[in-house]
Nanobody, 121 residues
Framework: QVQLVESGGGLVQAGGSLRLSCAASGRTDSTNAMGWYRQAPGKEREFVASITWSGGSTSYADSVKGRFTISRDNAKTTVYLQMSSLKPEDTAIYFC??????????????WGQGTQVTVSS
């Protein structure tokens, strides 16, 4: 059982920056990866970025490459999303997730409540 707490959302002007944080608690000793999805109004949830916990390998959606940077703090079981050069189309609720190993080849995803990011023109 894992709990995720997100913070850092807000309103920012286009071209600005925001830094999101997500701290995990509970069963964090089996973390495989953490990352972010987002959901814009009327849209389905889409992948944004992820990072593996042991190796720190990152993955990004094409729409955010070069603008967003994901990082982690293993000791704090916290993942960050540094968002720069924000565009109005980045406006969405951003959800943190963690992928936790429950068996040798079985894992589960846990989700945060989401934090609103609004980018104005």
């Amino acid at each position: 059982q894992v709990q995720l707490v997100e913070s850092g959302g807000g309103l920012v002007q286009a071209g600005g920056s925001l830094r999101l944080s997500c701290a995990a608690s509970g069963r964090t000793d089996s973390t495989n990866a953490m990352g972010w999805y987002r959901q814009a109004p009327g849209k389905e949830r889409e992948f944004v970025a992820s990072i593996t916990w042991s190796g720190g390998s990152t993955s990004y959606a094409d729409s955010v490459k070069g603008r967003f940077t994901i990082s982690r703090d293993n000791a704090k079981t916290t993942v960050y999303l540094q968002m720069s050069s924000l565009k109005p189309e980045d406006t969405a609720i951003y959800f943190c997730y963690t992928n936790v190993r429950v068996l040798l080849f079985t894992s589960e995803n846990y989700w945060g409540q989401g934090t609103q990011v609004t980018v104005s023109s």
